[in-house]
């Protein structure tokens, strides 16, 4: 089985990162604060573009090099792996697409903090329209969390909704809602299991 991953939402539970450094940021700078706390990233607030900016060079590059795994990720995409599945993680993380300086550090500290936090793989995408890693890749199950793009993907494969508070109201044919990584592995399990029995 080809199985696609994200990693902002998805290896990671960057929502939390994000409400907790937006209202360090908000107190310490006198903003308004979160208007939309279950909008997915940065809808929850109201911000221009050089708040916004201003943000990210504060706290960006301290998520991509130090925050932590969700809870049994690395263990259960080893145990997917040994079991003969492909892994690609393919994403869209801010500037990894970009053909920068700042594109050239997302894309370094990314492969880093995988291998860091021992994440094994078969192939790492940086992409701006990930169906096209699905379709060429021929992916059976996408793990991911954006309510933005998940409805597109659904009608290229079998997706995967890491559950957030932000994607709650998506409900699609073609999606499988997850709750954690043990929950992702069983759920594959039973997949595979009814996909042989069809």
């Given amino acids: 089985m080809n199985i696609g991953i994200d990693i902002d939402g998805v290896l990671t539970n960057d929502d939390d990162y994000l409400i907790d450094t937006i209202t360090k940021y908000v107190l310490e700078n006198n903003l308004e604060g979160l208007k939309r706390p279950y909008v997915y990233e940065y809808g929850k607030v109201n911000w221009s573009k050089s708040i916004l900016d201003n943000y990210r060079e504060k706290y960006f590059w301290d998520y991509c090099q130090n925050e932590p795994t969700r809870k049994y990720a690395s263990e259960v995409i080893k145990k ?23 594109g050239e550090k997302s894309r370094e500290i990314t492969k880093n903090w995988l291998e860091k936090n021992k994440i094994i793989y078969d192939e790492l995408y940086f992409s701006l329209d990930k169906t096209k890693e699905i379709d060429s890749l021929k992916i059976d199950i996408m793990i991911e969390d954006s309510p933005e793009t998940i409805p597109t993907f659904v009608k290229h494969t079998h997706v995967f909704c890491y559950d957030c508070r932000y994607n709650r109201e998506l409900i699609l044919d073609n999606m499988t809602r997850v709750f954690s990584w043990y929950d992702i592995y069983m759920k594959i399990q039973s997949k595979i299991f009814n996909d042989k029995n069809k």
């Fill in 80 to 102: 997917l792996k040994d079991e003969g599945n492909n892994i690609y993680i393919i994403t869209s993380r801010h500037f990894t697409t970009e053909n920068t300086k700042e």
